[in-house]
Structures are given as structure tokens and as C-alpha cells.
């Protein structure tokens, strides 16, 4: 015989045994919990002024638990054990949250930590419509600090990178081998260089440049900001920025 594992949750155990079940105080716990997770994860998107905010998780969210309670109530009552409906869930947030993704006018991806926020949030609600009410708590305070606490220690590891990209913009094509020159006196090495063409009507030449630091000296003592900084200031540098 193959040896089993049960799981006990340490809520249930705490709340009793009504909350394992299905029923209308078990199903509101679960409902609750899935609304007011998701809506915090909502609001912190929303302050960062993302595309998907407090209604877009909540819905997610909301609908994923529901998902898995009529999958549980089909269970019981008519002995199914396909999750057919969370599957489904799971498939169309998916599709759903693919659609946040975008190009910008600079070659950058927007959307993607949202995109997967999504997809998070709806497995959030799967976890809390099973009745799984500790590791709901867990996933959720799992998420919020990936998406509110880890960017800034993402920022750092970023900015003393060896590598890193710009948007850069001359204000003639001509002065792009001088910013190559100046780039390689400096100590940096370009890996991919491409042509922006959706300002190709702004007279401007826009760029996007992979580098990557070859030089000792700033290896060793020079953040990104400081020398995208240095090479804002030569004369036919119109706009260049650090692409995320």
C-alpha cells in the first residue's frame, strides 16, 4: 500500500471543523478571504498606477474561489473529481493576463510582474476556495511582499549590474559613432544596438543599446545612474535613460 499524507490546517483546527466542510459559513470564510487578499494585492498595483488594479485582482480572485467551490460542491454531490471549472479558471485568467503585456516606444516590456500578479491572485483564489486557509495566508503575503517589498533590493542588483540597457536619443545620426567612441573610451562594450523607428518623424535618432562594463574602474566604483548621468551631458546627447 502506498503510504498517504494528509494535511492539517492550522486554521481549521483553530476555527473547528465547519470550516473544512461546504457550507454557508465555510463558503462566506472562503469568499472573504479571497476578496480581501486580492484587494489589498489590487491596491498596491493601483498605487504604482498599473493597468490592472483593485477591481481587475478582486474579480480574478473572486472568480477562481468560486470556481473551486462549485468544483467541490459538484464533488460531493454528484461524486465528480474533475476541477473542470478551475481548470477553466486557471486557463482564461491566463489568457486574460498575457493580454497586460505590452510594447512600449522604447522596445520595453510593461505588464509582465502583472501579468503574473494575475495569474498568482487567481491560484490565490483556488487555495482559498479548497478550504486551504494557511497556505492562502501564506500565498498572499508571498505575493504582496514580491510585489511591494523586492523591487527596490531588484533596483540595486540591477544598477551594479555589469549589464544594463538605454534608450538613447541623438539629436543627428551622424553623432552615433561618435557615442560609440566616446562609449568604449570609457570602458563599456556594446552587445546589440537597434534603431527605434517609432520616432523616425521626430528628426531625433533613437536608439537601443545593450552595454556591458568592461572597465576596471567602473566594475568597481560607478553605478548605472551615474554614468548614463556622464553621458547626458555631451553636446549631441538629446534624451538617454536606463531601460528597466
Not at 61 to 75: G, R, W
Not at 86 to 97: F, H, P
Not at 123 to 152: D, E, H, N, W
Amino acid at each position: 500500500m502506498p503510504e498517504t499524507y494528509t494535511f492539517s490546517d492550522p486554521i481549521v483546527t483553530l476555527l473547528g471543523d465547519w470550516s473544512a466542510g461546504i457550507n454557508l459559513c465555510s463558503v462566506l470564510l472562503r469568499l472573504a478571504m479571497a476578496f480581501i487578499f486580492s484587494a489589498i494585492i489590487g491596491c498596491e498595483r493601483a498605487n504604482k498606477r498599473h493597468a490592472a488594479g483593485l477591481r481587475t485582482f478582486i474579480l480574478v480572485s473572486f472568480s477562481s474561489c468560486i470556481a473551486m467551490l462549485l468544483d467541490e460542491y459538484f464533488a460531493l454531490t454528484i461524486g465528480s473529481h474533475l476541477t473542470i471549472i478551475s481548470a477553466a479558471a486557471v486557463i482564461g485568467i491566463a489568457v486574460i493576463s498575457s493580454n497586460t503585456i505590452l510594447y512600449s516606444s522604447k522596445n520595453q516590456i510593461k505588464g509582465l510582474t502583472t501579468s503574473v500578479a494575475l495569474w498568482s491572485c487567481c491560484l490565490l483564489g483556488l487555495t482559498a476556495g479548497s478550504g486551504l486557509y494557511m497556505v492562502s495566508l501564506v500565498c498572499f503575503v508571498a505575493i504582496l511582499s514580491c510585489l511591494s517589498l523586492l523591487p527596490r533590493a531588484e533596483s540595486i542588483l540591477k544598477n551594479r549590474s555589469n549589464h544594463f540597457e538605454i534608450h538613447l536619443e541623438l539629436k543627428n545620426k551622424n553623432n552615433l559613432q561618435d557615442f560609440v567612441t566616446t562609449l568604449r573610451q570609457l570602458g563599456l562594450k556594446i552587445d546589440d544596438i537597434e534603431s527605434n523607428p517609432a520616432y523616425h518623424s521626430s528628426g531625433l535618432s533613437v536608439y537601443s543599446i545593450s552595454l556591458t562594463i568592461t572597465g576596471k574602474e567602473l566594475k568597481k566604483y560607478k553605478e548605472h545612474r551615474e554614468i548614463i548621468d556622464a553621458l547626458s551631458t555631451l553636446d549631441y546627447v538629446y534624451y538617454i535613460e536606463e531601460m528597466n
